[in-house]
């Protein structure tokens, strides 16, 4: 056992003196945290294992709970979000452009866009849906003969091949990716597809919105230019005289008769409020087309590796590690990159492309995400 630093152990002797003197004056319900305290700091020097990553994480604990804290009471607010946030972008375009699609497109163009409009919506809807109500998938809290890897430091449960402790649901989870607050759920092994399929579709549609749009867009932002040109060039009355210098006449033509020279304004609010309703659909689809988008690929570049997130921080130390012993690591759950896809998707034959993918299925996925020895070596898994 390896002796603490000179400051660490008197700090431990300082409160372990200050302790036993007050001990009996303090209260139950305050020795009980100062107690778990005090374990803390002792837990820094127990044995020669301690290194500079258990200290932080000691040291860093109370933000971390507080940040798990936080997302798991915010989780209904994403929710809400991502429903209100998609909604608006849905009356904008029922009741702004498409009274003007149907008075402006042909029939064959008014034909595909409400056709991929429509499907693009069921796609978001259904797996937006079966992501935040699917169970990612919990292993078996009582004693079973499935093979484990390790024991849950926090659950004292053994722990599968790829399962993960979320300290946000506070449980394992079977095949963990990571926790989504957008979901307000962990993404596992019965929902990873529903996952990546939403932000798919939701991704393509953003960008067919943004993309159908831009002339919109821009001649609503030229539009709301003009409404503000206006507001500063209106003109006022011109002074000619006493009485239209204290504004008691207006200006007189030729004839003697009075006119205005500011005249009624061109656009209506509704006309205004068109053109706003336009700016704010470009730009909010813009935005989470660029985002989300960006967060699809990484996924995608995972799934075509055979890991998730966390598997791949995973593999990346442990490429390194073997690297210095001059080995190669080999990802034991990567079959192939099209083999890797059709895992996932749970593509057995070539219309399943279409019934599981392009289309809503709520199929499970392959094994019960405790076992992984259901995939047989071969290099072509399913021939499609």
């Given at each position: 056992?390896?002796?603490?630093?000179?400051?660490?152990?008197?700090?431990?002797?300082?409160?372990?003196?200050?302790?036993?003197?007050?001990?009996?004056?303090?209260?139950?319900?305050?020795?009980?945290?100062?107690?778990?305290?005090?374990?803390?700091?002792?837990?820094?020097?127990?044995?020669?294992?301690?290194?500079?990553?258990?200290?932080?994480?000691?040291?860093?604990?109370?933000?971390?709970?507080?940040?798990?804290?936080?997302?798991?009471?915010f989780g209904m607010v994403f929710v809400f979000?991502?429903?209100?946030?998609?909604?608006?972008?849905?009356?904008?375009?029922?009741?702004?452009?498409?009274?003007?699609?149907?008075?402006?497109?042909?029939?064959?163009?008014?034909?595909?866009?409400?056709?991929?409009?429509?499907?693009?919506?069921?796609?978001?809807?259904?797996?937006?849906?079966?992501?935040?109500?699917?169970?990612?998938?919990?292993?078996?809290?009582?004693?079973?003969?499935?093979?484990?890897?390790?024991?849950?430091?926090?659950?004292?449960?053994?722990?599968?091949?790829?399962?993960?402790?979320?300290?946000?649901?506070?449980?394992?989870?079977?095949?963990?990716?990571?926790?989504?607050?957008?979901?307000?759920?962990?993404?596992?092994?019965?929902?990873?597809?529903?996952?990546?399929?939403?932000?798919?579709?939701?991704?393509?549609?953003?960008?067919?919105?943004?993309?159908?749009?831009?002339?919109?867009?821009?001649?609503?932002?030229?539009?709301?230019?003009?409404?503000?040109?206006?507001?500063?060039?209106?003109?006022?009355?011109?002074?000619?005289?006493?009485?239209?210098?204290?504004?008691?006449?207006?200006?007189?033509?030729?004839?003697?008769?009075?006119?205005?020279?500011?005249?009624?304004?061109?656009?209506?609010?509704?006309?205004?409020?068109?053109?706003?309703?336009?700016?704010?659909?470009?730009?909010?689809?813009?935005?989470?087309?660029?985002?989300?988008?960006?967060?699809?690929?990484?996924?995608?570049?995972?799934?075509?590796?055979?890991?998730?997130?966390?598997?791949?921080?995973?593999?990346?130390?442990?490429?390194?590690?073997?690297?210095?012993?001059?080995?190669?690591?080999?990802?034991?759950?990567?079959?192939?990159?099209?083999?890797?896809?059709?895992?996932?998707?749970?593509?057995?034959?070539?219309?399943?492309?279409?019934?599981?993918?392009?289309?809503?299925?709520?199929?499970?996925?392959?094994?019960?995400?405790?076992?992984?020895?259901?995939?047989?070596?071969?290099?072509?898994?399913?021939?499609?």
């Amino acid at each position: 056992m390896r002796q603490c630093p000179g400051a660490l152990h008197l700090l431990l002797r300082c409160m372990r003196g200050s302790s036993r003197r007050s001990c009996h004056r303090l209260p139950r319900w305050l020795r009980e945290p100062l107690g778990y305290l005090r374990l803390i700091v002792r837990s820094l020097c127990f044995n020669s294992l301690t290194n500079s990553d258990v200290v932080m994480d000691s040291v860093l604990e109370p933000v971390f709970w507080m940040v798990d804290i936080l997302t798991r009471w915010f989780g209904m607010v994403f929710v809400f979000l991502v429903i209100a946030l998609t909604s608006s972008v849905l009356i904008i375009a029922y009741f702004c452009l498409l009274p003007l699609a149907l008075n402006t497109y042909s029939t064959g163009w008014l034909l595909w866009h409400i056709c991929y409009g429509h499907w693009n919506l069921v796609m978001i809807v259904f797996h937006y849906y079966k992501a935040t109500k699917t169970s990612p998938g919990y292993p078996p809290k009582m004693k079973n003969d499935v093979p484990f890897v390790s024991v849950c430091k926090k659950c004292i449960i053994p722990k599968p091949a790829r399962t993960h402790h979320c300290g946000i649901c506070n449980t394992c989870i079977l095949k963990m990716d990571h926790h989504c607050p957008w979901l307000n759920n962990c993404v596992g092994h019965f929902n990873h597809r529903y996952f990546f399929s939403f932000c798919l579709f939701m991704t393509l549609g953003c960008i067919y919105c943004s993309v159908s749009g831009r002339n919109l867009f821009i001649d609503a932002y030229n539009a709301i230019e003009r409404f503000k040109h206006m507001d500063v060039e209106k003109q006022g009355v011109p002074v000619t005289g006493v009485g239209l210098l204290i504004g008691i006449l207006p200006p007189t033509d030729m004839t003697g008769k009075s006119y205005y020279q500011t005249p009624p304004p061109p656009y209506t609010f509704k006309d205004k409020m068109f053109h706003k309703s336009v700016i704010y659909m470009w730009v909010l689809t813009s935005t989470v087309a660029v985002a989300l988008g960006g967060l699809t690929m990484w996924h995608a570049i995972l799934i075509s590796r055979g890991e998730t997130s966390i598997e791949r921080h995973i593999n990346s130390k442990e490429a390194k590690r073997m690297a210095k012993r001059g080995k190669v690591y080999k990802n034991p759950f990567n079959y192939g990159k099209l083999n890797n896809w059709k895992v996932f998707f749970g593509v057995e034959k070539r219309s399943h492309w279409l019934t599981r993918v392009l289309l809503p299925s709520g199929h499970a996925p392959y094994g019960d995400g405790l076992t992984w020895d259901i995939y047989p070596l071969k290099k072509d898994m399913m021939p499609v």
